[in-house]
């Protein structure tokens, strides 16, 4: 079955890098998305693609099967939920169940 | 509007009840999605508009649920004879590519609507 994994939680410091690890069994995916999600507001795409790539403060590495997203000088405001996908080309993206990003002043 | 927008924000409903969710996309935008989230999940896929043609449903849970999009724009999402299963967020994503070609994959979610079956 095609799924994404990712950890259900992650938990770090202010100011430190965090970094959110994915991997996939899907079998025509080649691009990774990530997106963040703060609960009652829309999902927003925070980096992409099939190679590493950065957004800001946003890093996004890339291997065939896995990604992470590093998260650089992280603050209490980035708290949120952080969700892997995979876009196998066609119609579907297929998602993670979310990772929830706790961060300690 | 200037984003994806999705009513009602909450919908209760009792067991047994039908309920209509509704999108209004991003303007333009030819591709629209329906995705449910369960408590704790991640968006599971649903169903596939381009334009007006439902290319993919294979998603849809049963059929109880029903989506249309009938000029291309406004989507309705149905679920007929709601269970307490259905519960869960209901979100709408549109894109401005048809995505089998462009393979660009970004969407652009709405806020959902988060059903509760009694």
């Known amino acids: 079955k095609d799924q994404v994994f990712q950890p259900s939680t992650v938990a770090s410091s202010e100011g430190a890098v965090v970094e959110i690890f994915c991997n996939h069994s899907?079998?025509?995916?080649?691009?990774f998305f990530w997106y963040l999600h703060f609960p009652g507001c829309a999902p927003r795409l925070l980096v992409k693609g099939s190679k590493p790539s950065q957004q800001g403060r946003y890093n996004m590495t890339y291997e065939r099967f896995s990604s992470s997203l590093l998260i650089l000088q992280v603050r209490e405001a980035d708290a949120a939920v952080y969700y892997c996908a995979c876009h196998t080309g066609g119609f579907k993206t297929i998602f993670g169940a979310g990772t929830r990003l706790f961060v300690k002043a | 509007g200037a984003g994806v927008s999705q009513s009602p924000r909450y919908k209760v409903a009792k067991r047994g009840q039908d309920v209509a969710l509704r999108c209004d996309p991003i303007?333009?935008?030819?591709?629209l999605f329906w995705y449910q989230q369960a408590l704790g999940q991640g968006p599971e896929f649903l169903t596939y508009f381009q334009n007006e043609a439902q290319l993919d449903k294979s998603g849809l849970p049963s059929d109880r649920f029903f989506a249309e999009r009938p000029e291309g724009s406004v989507s309705t999402l149905k679920i007929q004879r709601t269970q307490q299963e259905d519960s869960a967020v209901y979100l709408c994503?549109?894109?401005?590519?048809?995505?089998?070609?462009?393979?660009?994959?970004?969407?652009?979610f709405g806020e959902g609507s988060r059903l509760t079956v009694l």
């Open positions: 899907v079998s025509n995916a080649y691009n």
């Open positions: 994503a549109s894109s401005p590519y048809r995505i089998v070609q462009a393979n660009t994959g970004e969407l652009f």
């Open positions: 303007s333009g935008h030819v591709s």
